[in-house]
C-alpha cells in the first residue's frame, strides 16, 4: 500500500513539474523582442526615448533657469485596456555614475509642443502620445544617460551635451537656415504688448521673425529654437502674458503646415532704449546665431 502511496505521488509531482516547465515556456514567449537603443517594446507598450532639451526647467519661486535636462519619451498602449506612461514604464537618467533626481519645489517647464502630455494621461489600446521627464543635472558638459523600463525589459541612450556642432547653415547674422526651417529675425518694436496679472497693458519688446516650415508636418517656431536677449548689461525676462496688437500671424507655439511661412515673434520685458542683443539656440543649447537689433 505504501508503495501505491508513493508511486501515486511521484506521478502527481511529475505533473506539476511539466506544467511549470509549460507556464515558464508560456513566460518566455511573451517576454519583449529586442530592441534598439532607447526603444522598449512588451506585450503592453511601446515606449521610444525620443530626445531632450536643455534650459527648459524653471524655478516658479525666483524664476531661475535650473541646471536640469527635459527628456521626452513616445508612449503606445499596446495592451486591452486604457493606461497611461505612469502606469507602463519608467524612465531614469544617470550621470557620472549617479542618477540624477526629479527637480523639487514648484517649476515650471517649457515644453516643445504643445501636443505633449502628462505621463499620467491615460489612452486607449493603439494611441500613443509624446510625454516628458526632468532631471537635475550634476553638470552640463558630462554625458547623461537615459534608461527606459518596462516589464523588466530595459533599453538604453547616452546624450553628449557639449561638442555639438553647430547645425546653421547660414553664416548671416539673425538667420537660421536648418533642415525643418528658415528663421530670420526682421525687427523688435517697442508698444504696449505686455498683460499684467489685472490684463493691464504694458509696454514691452516683441522680436519679430520671418518663420517657414520646411518639414513634412505641421510645426510651430517653439518646437525649433529659443531665444534669449540682453539689454543694458542684463538678461531680459520673457514677458508672461502679452497680445499682439496685429504685429505678427501667429505666437510662437501655434502650428503652421508645410512650406507655409509666417510671421511670428518673442516677447521681452524691456526698457525702452539701447539695443537688444539676441541670441538664438536650438532645444539641445547649441548657439545657432546672434545679433545685435535696435528698437524701434
Do not use: W
Request: negative net charge; proline residues 3%.
Amino acid at each position: 500500500m505504501k508503495k501505491i502511496m508513493a508511486l501515486f505521488l511521484a506521478i502527481i509531482l511529475s505533473v506539476s513539474l511539466c506544467s511549470c516547465k509549460s507556464e515558464t515556456s508560456t513566460e518566455k514567449s511573451t517576454e519583449a523582442t529586442p530592441a534598439a537603443d532607447g526603444v522598449v517594446l512588451t506585450p503592453n507598450a511601446r515606449i521610444e526615448i525620443k530626445d531632450y532639451t536643455l534650459n527648459s526647467v524653471k524655478s516658479k519661486t525666483t524664476q531661475e533657469v535650473l541646471k536640469a535636462i527635459t527628456v521626452y519619451c513616445e508612449f503606445q498602449n499596446l495592451s486591452i485596456q486604457e493606461t497611461s506612461m505612469f502606469m507602463s514604464g519608467q524612465v531614469k537618467a544617470f550621470q557620472n555614475g549617479f542618477e540624477l533626481n526629479a527637480p523639487t519645489g514648484n517649476t515650471t517647464t517649457t515644453l516643445l509642443s504643445n501636443d505633449v502630455k502628462d505621463k499620467s494621461t491615460n489612452v486607449q489600446r493603439g494611441y500613443s502620445y509624446l510625454t516628458y521627464y526632468n532631471f537635475m543635472l550634476e553638470d552640463e558638459t558630462s554625458p547623461v544617460t537615459i534608461r527606459v523600463t518596462s516589464r523588466g525589459k530595459s533599453s538604453e541612450v547616452t546624450y553628449n551635451l557639449t561638442g555639438e556642432a553647430n547645425p546653421n547653415q547660414s553664416n548671416e547674422p539673425g538667420v537660421v537656415e536648418l533642415g525643418n526651417a528658415h528663421v530670420k529675425i526682421t525687427d523688435c518694436k517697442y508698444r504696449y504688448y505686455g498683460l499684467d496679472y489685472r490684463y493691464k497693458q504694458y509696454a514691452c519688446a516683441l522680436i519679430s521673425c520671418e518663420y517657414t516650415n520646411k518639414s513634412d508636418k505641421e510645426q510651430c517656431l517653439d518646437e525649433v529654437l529659443t531665444m534669449r536677449a540682453y539689454q543694458n548689461g542684463r538678461e531680459l525676462e520673457p514677458t508672461a502674458a502679452y497680445t499682439s496688437l496685429n504685429q505678427i500671424d501667429k505666437f510662437r507655439n501655434e502650428k503652421i503646415s508645410p512650406n507655409e511661412t509666417c510671421t511670428t515673434g518673442f516677447f521681452f520685458d524691456s526698457d525702452s532704449d539701447g539695443n537688444i542683443t539676441v541670441k538664438v539656440f536650438n532645444h539641445h543649447g547649441t548657439q545657432l546665431t546672434e545679433m545685435e537689433i535696435p528698437i524701434g
